[in-house]
């Protein structure tokens, strides 16, 4: 696996091997602190493409915390031999000031996608990444970019985005890789005290009091959203930010559940953010 | 030449023509209502790529009243006559539709250069330049891109979106085209009657005045500007938005005269806004 940290140098690459040698490239953007979750989007991006660039960068732009972005994990050579392992050919790894260098003052805004769920309680960070995607992607040039379910409204942004700016990039979406006992693999999962992360549990709970409503009969927004924060509030260490059940599409709010519906949560773990969502499937009846 | 008005067409031809025959390609934008200026963008695309596309699309996210978009001048007929004389090789006029379909809802945004004159006076003006720039770049793919320096701020904002999101685009600037009088050719020109059109002189008269200041030793921008302002201020049919003296690459205000500075105004004449500008030089003593 080759490491690039330079614009230049990634650009030269990819010209290269999409113009010159005529392969399919697939760009598999992460901020490190990698884990299962991550190394399953490179073997998707695998099973796309001829080669694989996995980028990894702790986006400045996309943390609305400063005390987040400063203890965001990074561990750089223990990520390139994990990407090395899963079959990455690039490791891209540039600086901040490579992406951002002084005087850059350009960003990229997905409106309606963007105001909801997390949106509401993270300013500015959509646009961060929706900013530094557009970025990497005209640097990188890839053919397939992979994203996981687990951000599920950074994957409807960043499909949005690619519509709405005519990419010629395929984005893939992966599905959420779990711990055994359901916790969604979360780079922020290891700030998690034992206590904490046996109590990070109820997030998945959450979720599955919400689908188990809905096998029951429950239809309402109101009457699922219940069930599952019923469930977080039998967790002492857990604080709602947010559950709601959205659209899968639009991530607009539904009344009911139609013929499927996107239930999502954010929770606070002490001072550990962790997020979750589950698509809620109508059967019949 | 050829006309096409969808965007999966024209991305069709550019894949072929780049991909396929390896040729390159350039990028006129207009809004249409052509005039010897575009003409001369035309002429200078020629020089820089095997083929031309010329663009016509009165794109509405950049206009700030709906009076100004409802009375853009629109000939489609007249311009495809003008652009195949001038030598481009395709007009790519898409619907608005085809460009912001419904539940498009991506923009981007330049901070800092977007501020000041006309940014200061035509809320979201360079957000929807910037936007649909962005997007006839993703559609015809150009290699190289030509720009009037008329809309100079239009061009600062360009070059740096261009930098910021890494675009694999040459950014070319034309000089202003004027009219025997100096006045700088417009689309909106043809708004004016001919007592506006009389008095629209006092734009170019009012750069050559702070011209002649800085030549007769003027350092200061008040005085500079003020000589400007004072020619405006003969004619009574002129209404001054802004003079400005600013540095011509980050378009900040600047006090003094450095080596170079941009003297850039906007001046309504009756319901007709025009904008005109020009590089001053300080010549050796």
């Not at 607009?252 to 962790?274: D, H, K, N, Q, Y």
Request: net charge negative; charged share 25%.
């Amino acid at each position: 696996m080759r490491a690039i940290d330079q614009v230049s140098a990634m650009q030269a690459w990819s010209r290269e091997v999409r113009g010159r040698d005529g392969l399919k490239v697939a760009l598999v953007p992460t901020m490190g602190a990698l884990h299962a979750g991550h190394l399953s989007l490179v073997t998707l991006a695998r099973r796309h493409a001829d080669r694989v660039v996995a980028s990894v960068f702790v986006n400045p732009a996309q943390f609305d915390r400063a005390d987040d972005l400063a203890r965001y994990p990074r561990d750089l050579e223990r990520d390139g031999a994990l990407l090395a392992g899963a079959g990455a050919d690039v490791l891209f790894a540039p600086d901040a000031a490579e992406i951002y260098p002084p005087g850059a003052q350009t960003f990229v805004t997905v409106e309606e996608l963007a105001q909801p769920l997390c949106g509401a309680h993270r300013p500015g960070h959509f646009r961060g990444v929706a900013t530094v995607v557009l970025k990497l992607f005209s640097i990188v040039q890839p053919d397939v970019a992979v994203f996981g379910e687990k951000d599920y409204q950074q994957l409807a942004v960043i499909r949005r985005m690619v519509r709405d700016l005519f990419l010629d990039v395929d984005v893939l979406a992966a599905p959420i890789v779990r711990e055994a006992d359901g916790l969604a693999m979360s780079s922020r999962n290891r700030h998690l005290a034992a206590a904490e992360r046996a109590a990070a549990r109820c997030l998945a709970a959450a979720l599955a009091a919400g689908e188990a409503a809905v096998a029951a009969g429950e239809r309402t927004a109101a009457a699922i959203c219940a069930a599952a924060t019923d469930e977080l509030a039998r967790e002492p260490l857990a604080r709602v930010e947010y559950v709601a059940l959205v659209d899968p599409d639009t991530l607009a709010a539904v009344t009911e559940v139609g013929e499927r519906a996107l239930l999502a949560l954010a929770v606070w773990i002490g001072s550990t953010r962790l997020i979750d969502n589950r698509v809620l499937e109508r059967r019949a009846p």
